[in-house]
């Protein structure tokens, strides 16, 4: 198993930045690719960015090239997303999810960004 603990979300206005963290433990070594996904009400849940653990390839949701940046911290095992040029309309709670090699997959508990105009 692998446990997901989620940080770095609050409220900040149009154009500013947060940076969210997300810390795993447990079976780390299993993890294939981490990644950022967002959700708001009544809509399904979607991909943000993804990065592969070991090599540290990444992937971004097209709306999102150029904004947010996702990294990781190998040796924490910690990934975090840089987000920049915040709108309005990226409000959402922010999840965190590990993929395994094999089929597993965790998430995290969310955290909630507001993006105020």
């Known amino acids: 198993q692998v446990q997901l603990v989620e940080s770095g979300g609050g409220l900040v206005q149009a154009g500013g930045s947060l940076r969210l963290s997300c810390a795993a433990s447990?079976?780390?070594?299993?993890?294939?690719?981490m990644g950022w996904f967002r959700q708001t009400p009544g809509r399904e849940r979607e991909f943000v960015a993804r990065?592969?653990?070991?090599?540290?390839?990444?992937s971004y949701a097209d709306s999102l090239k150029g904004r947010f940046t996702i990294s990781r911290d190998y040796a924490k095992n910690t990934v975090y997303l840089q987000m920049n040029s915040l709108k309005p309309e990226d409000t959402a709670d922010y999840y965190c999810?590990?993929?395994?090699?094999?089929?597993?997959?965790?998430w995290g508990q969310g955290t909630q960004v507001t993006v105020s105009s």
């Open positions: 999810k590990a993929a395994m090699f094999g089929t597993a997959e965790y």
């Open positions: 447990g079976r780390t070594l299993s993890i294939q690719h």
């Open positions: 990065i592969y653990w070991p090599s540290g390839v990444t």
